[in-house]
């Protein structure tokens, strides 16, 4: 009975102790600010993540704004003030945040439907141009996404450099940067770029499927575009999928909760979570920041590439 007695109250010491705890990091974040970049228009991001935002604020018990980036230096500066608690980084834009002292950890990354974590940068052509390789575009219009978006500018920059392009401004007639990845693709099907730098994980899983599913690409005549209007010419290596990350200096006990929210989630609100990707995600990776260190190495050789233009 005394053994008991003593089970049960050290039960309920921990409990409270939890408890209080909680209630803590809660009176001093009684809101959390979630950031994540357009890859899409906004009123698309909304949707998207509206329903996992209203999750993680049930199950975390304080109020969770989404937060619409204008870009990813927007994240990395929000930030750094403080401003934003949980981002949805790129890759590249986490390992520019780091690089430039944001206390910001890593604690997840989306697990693709084959089990896999990674994904590509490619180089989209229309199907019906002549291009077959990148060497044939010498002179022709570049369309990229984002100075720190990693399969939209720095994956390809690195790609271009192992094809001997050092200097994609000089290599090209003219290097847009369109603002976003469906923009990239949107100006490669009107016309206003040759070739087009985009993420793509597999043909049903990336912007390029997810505009051709909304119907968001026209031929000249008004008539739906196809996946086979379309050509990748060049696939990079595999990236490593962003990741979600936390500001460093969040009490543990919340940081702990942020990510069992996201380990949860296709078990607890499987509509939310699959809402996120229109089904194409398997659920949440527990990842650390170092899993980033070769992102990190990358900007560097990326920055070096463009002081040498300079």
């Known amino acids: 009975m005394i053994n008991r007695r003593i089970i049960l109250a050290g039960v309920a010491a921990l409990a409270f102790t939890a408890s209080a705890s909680a209630a803590d990091w809660k009176a001093k974040y009684p809101e959390l600010t979630f950031a994540v970049v357009p890859a899409e228009n906004a009123s698309g991001v909304t949707e998207r993540w ?26 990395i500066e929000g930030q750094r003030a403080g401003n934003i608690q949980i981002a949805s980084y790129g890759s590249a834009s ?35 141009s002549p291009y077959q390789k990148v060497e044939d575009l010498k002179g022709k219009n570049l369309g ?75 031929n000249a005549d008004g008539s739906p575009m196809k996946k086979e209007d379309f050509r990748i010419i060049h696939k990079s290596a595999p990236i490593i999928n962003g990741p979600y990350a936390y500001n460093t200096d969040l009490p543990d006990d919340l940081k702990s909760a942020i990510a069992k929210a996201f380990f949860d989630a296709p078990t607890k609100d499987k509509a939310a979570f699959d809402r996120l990707s229109d089904g194409q995600k398997k659920g949440f990776h527990p990842a650390t920041t170092k899993d980033w260190d070769g992102t990190i190495d990358l900007i560097k050789f990326v920055d070096s590439l463009r002081k040498k233009a300079s």
């Open 144 to 218: 990229l996404v984002d100075p720190n978006s990693t399969s939209g500018n720095n994956v390809p920059r690195f790609e271009l450099n192992k094809m001997g392009v050092t200097d994609a401004e000089t290599y090209f007639g003219k290097v847009v940067f369109t603002g976003s990845h469906e923009n990239a693709v949107l100006a490669l099907s009107q016309g206003t770029v040759d070739i087009a730098a985009n993420q793509w994980t597999s043909d049903n899983d990336s912007t390029l499927a997810q505009m051709l599913t909304k119907g968001m690409l026209k």
């Open 94 to 128: 986490f390992a520019r945040a780091r690089l430039t002292g944001v206390k910001t950890d890593a604690f997840a990354n989306d697990i693709n439907a084959d089990g896999s974590t990674g994904y590509y940068s490619v180089f989209f052509v229309k199907a019906s």
């Open 50 to 75: 509206a329903p996992f935002v209203s999750y993680l604020s049930k199950e975390l018990g304080v109020k969770v704004t989404l937060r619409i980036a204008n870009d990813y230096a927007a994240v």
